[in-house]
């Protein structure tokens, strides 16, 4: 597992769930994370900070968690609204259930 940075804030994304969004705050809060929101689609995050969403989106059995590393390389957006304006990289997946 990667070393994380408990400061940094964690935007969290459930598609939709939102009766998944308590579980995977405390899940994320287990496993070191502190400072985390609701993610928007009008706004992402910055470099260093984090992006934790359920997956697979519609059968959801973990919580991706990925660092932002910068802005997306023109042509290879993922994500949606202003998601899809920043590259990430995976640094762990925790089991949404124990």
């Given at each position: 597992?990667?070393?994380?940075?408990?400061?940094?804030?964690?935007?969290?994304?459930?598609?939709?769930?939102?009766?998944?969004v308590?579980?995977?705050?405390?899940?994320?809060?287990a496993?070191?994370?502190?400072?985390?929101?609701?993610?928007?689609?009008?706004?992402?995050?910055?470099?260093?900070?984090?992006?934790?969403?359920?997956w697979?989106?519609?059968?959801?059995?973990?919580?991706?968690?990925?660092?932002?590393?910068?802005?997306?390389?023109?042509?290879?957006?993922?994500?949606?609204?202003?998601?899809?304006?920043?590259?990430?990289?995976?640094?762990?997946?925790?089991p949404?259930?124990?």
């Amino acid at each position: 597992m990667s070393q994380i940075d408990s400061t940094k804030k964690v935007y969290v994304i459930v598609h939709g769930q939102r009766n998944l969004v308590e579980p995977v705050k405390e899940k994320l809060a287990a496993a070191g994370f502190k400072n985390t929101e609701m993610a928007s689609l009008d706004k992402a995050g910055n470099a260093g900070e984090y992006v934790a969403m359920l997956w697979p989106p519609m059968a959801a059995s973990e919580i991706m968690v990925s660092v932002i590393t910068g802005p997306a390389e023109p042509g290879k957006s993922q994500g949606m609204g202003a998601w899809g304006s920043v590259a990430t990289k995976e640094v762990m997946r925790l089991p949404l259930k124990k």
